[in-house]
């Protein structure tokens, strides 16, 4: 078959780390391969060289069969290669159309011809099987139709190669199995894509082949109908990893968390919390399932204070926290892995010693109220860098610096070292390797064994029947249901989480 990329040889070094260590890769005609890799591995980096935001120090990329110096995204572009970054590129307050030919656009004599491209987007849409409108504003839709403005927007500029870094990562399972007819479609039509991931179930149903980086080096390239989970997970750590998260009976404590009848409001004034009862006990993990944009976000807001409720009632053991702000809230013994860590859970200009005692930073022996103790903090820091793998030069870079599953690392540590009664974790393996990802959770089921309180949000299925003890489901700003763990099935989940009843599914199943 037509090699359609060839990457030989390629090194990239940053200050205290190699990236990119002597790395061969090759991408097939209409094949999907996939890049596997723990955080910090160096995929995004080998992909980003090829898209021509890093210069390697050296290697050879071969377009086509001809070699060609890559030395900007322009010029990625004009070969046919096409990125979408997992943090997404979008003007948000311009419509779809507007996004996708922005700097590309079509003109009318000097007017800009907006209705040609409307009418172009409409055919690209229809053509790869997207539904979407292209007159939609990139802020009304889901981050699942923000992903396929940016997939457009790289075919509108005539993209071969399709790099998808981390697609799933934002997804729902709907929009999962969405993406995948939709990078089918791509090489029904001659298309080659390279998806960047750590999920395995998705190497598994999406890919071709797999080519598996394990700090910075090429560990193999494997057929994937050769192989399977486990042994790409052994492949990808180093080590046999353990994929099912093994807890004892659940040994359930007193109360520490209560909500009555808890409303909200959101920036457009609409409910988007209504009438909510929920109680988290010590010793358990309470699961929310739910599609995004249910309301389980302004939930967690609401609760950790970052979010004023309109009514109801909110205590964490007995202490009422009802509208009060973050920081009481933290007094109160809650700690929180918010879901975006980006916007909430770090100061990315900020130092990895700085960002590991956010929250706790006027607490001894960080502080005694008016000088920092720096000796103490980057101590601590190192501690937590140590325990939890986080892959990092030193604790002085700046956030900003670390793979996004790095990042996760840092902040689920630090929150899990507060000691809270109660643990909120929003999202926390999202964009992070199975490695870590083992590591997080038994974590997880620790604190919950210390007799801790730990309510767990998830847009992953798996992770929230994994884990939890109880799983409440939520459909609209509703609790729908709240289940026993031996209860609940992906089958009844996902019918709750649609907004249908499980007596609703006993009577089709009668029938």
Do not use: W
């Amino acid at each position: 078959m037509n090699k359609v990329i060839e990457m030989k040889g390629i090194t990239k070094i940053f200050p205290g780390t190699i990236a990119n260590d002597n790395v061969d890769f090759e991408l097939l005609k209409s094949e999907t391969h996939v890049l596997l890799g723990e955080n910090g591995a160096g995929k995004t980096t080998l992909m980003n060289i090829l898209y021509g935001l890093y210069q390697p120090e050296k290697g050879e990329i071969y377009v086509n069969g001809s070699l060609q110096k890559i030395t900007s995204p322009n010029d990625a572009i004009k070969l046919g290669v096409g990125m979408v970054h997992q943090h997404f590129m979008l003007v948000e307050n311009f419509t779809v159309a507007e996004n996708i030919v922005l700097g590309t656009e079509p003109k009318k004599g000097i007017k800009l011809d907006m209705n040609s491209a409307v009418k172009s987007v409409e055919e690209i849409s229809n053509k790869y099987g997207f539904a979407i409108d292209p007159n939609a504003v990139i802020e009304d839709i889901s981050v699942g139709q923000q992903q396929k403005v940016e997939i457009l927007k790289a075919l509108y500029r005539g993209a071969e190669i399709l790099i998808l870094d981390e697609p799933t990562a934002v997804l729902t399972p709907q929009e999962i199995e969405e993406l995948g007819n939709i990078i089918e479609n791509l090489k029904k039509e001659g298309k080659s894509v390279i998806l960047i991931t750590h999920k395995l179930k998705e190497v598994m149903s999406m890919s071709d082949r797999v080519t598996i980086i394990r700090r910075g080096k090429v560990t193999g390239t494997v057929l994937t109908k050769e192989t399977n989970i486990d042994q790409l997970a052994e492949l990808m750590v180093g080590r046999k990893v353990n994929l099912v998260v093994e807890k004892d009976e659940c040994k359930r404590k007193d109360k520490i968390l209560n909500i009555e009848e808890l409303s909200a409001i959101d920036q457009r004034g609409v409910e988007v919390i209504k009438n909510i009862n929920l109680d988290v006990y010590g010793g358990e993990i309470l699961g929310i399932a739910g599609v995004d944009g249910n309301g389980q976000t302004e939930l967690l807001e609401v609760i950790t204070g970052l979010r004023k409720p309109k009514d109801g009632k909110i205590s964490v053991k007995g202490k009422d926290i009802y509208g009060k702000t973050p920081r009481d809230v933290e007094e109160a013994g809650v700690a929180h892995i918010p879901e975006d860590r980006h916007k909430r859970g770090l100061v990315l200009k900020y130092s990895l010693f700085e960002n590991s005692i956010l929250g706790i930073h006027k607490k001894k022996p960080f502080s005694n109220g008016i000088v920092m103790n720096y000796k103490a903090i980057k101590e601590h820091c190192d501690k937590l860098i140590e325990e939890f793998d986080v892959r990092t030069p030193n604790n002085s870079v700046n956030a900003s610096s670390l793979s996004g599953g790095n990042q996760q690392k840092l902040i689920a540590a630090r929150e899990i070292y507060k000691d809270p009664e109660l643990l909120i974790a929003a999202q926390p393996t999202r964009g992070i390797d199975v490695g870590a990802i083992e590591y997080i959770h038994k974590r997880l089921v620790g604190e919950r064994d210390k007799g801790k309180a730990v309510l767990l949000v998830s847009l992953e299925l798996d992770e929230i029947l994994a884990l939890s003890d109880r799983i409440a489901v939520m459909y609209d700003g509703k609790v729908v249901a709240v289940l026993d763990r031996k209860d609940a099935d992906e089958q009844k989940l996902g019918i709750l989480m649609a907004g249908g009843t499980i007596d609703g599914m006993r009577k089709g199943a009668e029938k």
